[in-house]
């Protein structure tokens, strides 16, 4: 396989464009939002080298989430443009699945932050 700088930089310019467009839904830049707060949270209450991989890999994982929930949704509007019964269960599928893992990253944030929160007050 030869290796070509030229594609790889190529390659960064879609997945930028991907990023910007990301950005512009509502749902993505919430969660965004959300994260910048618990990184600050996070420098506030000096959490442990352990709980920031937590943390980092949750919000990677959530919005990474985000994206294939957001690309399934428009690819689904694009074979079907006509919402039916099957499309809206797919659709649910995947927003549950996002809503599952931040869930989840609600309880792993308590159980991170609500002791050292306790501690200052």
Same mark, same amino acid.
């Given at each position: 396989?030869?290796?070509?700088?030229?594609? &790889?930089?190529?390659?960064?310019?879609?997945?930028?464009?991907?990023?910007?467009?990301?950005? !512009?839904?509502?749902?993505?830049? !919430?969660?965004?939002?959300?994260?910048?707060?618990?990184?600050? !949270?996070?420098?506030?209450?000096?959490?442990?080298?352990?709980?920031?991989? $937590?943390?980092?890999?949750?919000?990677? &994982?959530?919005?990474?989430?985000?994206?294939?929930?957001?690309?399934?949704?428009?690819?689904?509007? &694009?074979?079907? @443009?006509?919402?039916?019964?099957? $499309?809206?269960?797919?659709?649910?599928?995947?927003?549950?699945?996002?809503?599952?893992?931040? !869930?989840?990253?609600?309880?792993?944030?308590?159980? $991170?932050?609500? @002791?050292?929160?306790?501690?200052?007050?």
């Amino acid at each position: 396989m030869k290796l070509s700088f030229k594609k &790889f930089l190529k390659s960064l310019k879609h997945a930028s464009q991907g990023i910007k467009y990301v950005f !512009l839904q509502q749902n993505f830049f !919430l969660m965004f939002l959300i994260a910048i707060g618990i990184l600050i !949270l996070g420098f506030w209450l000096r959490i442990s080298y352990f709980e920031w991989l $937590i943390i980092i890999f949750l919000i990677g &994982f959530i919005l990474s989430l985000e994206i294939l929930n957001t690309v399934l949704e428009r690819t689904l509007d &694009f074979l079907e @443009p006509y919402i039916s019964d099957k $499309i809206r269960m797919i659709k649910d599928l995947i927003a549950g699945a996002v809503l599952l893992s931040c !869930l989840t990253a609600l309880i792993l944030g308590f159980i $991170i932050f609500l @002791p050292k929160i306790l501690l200052r007050f």
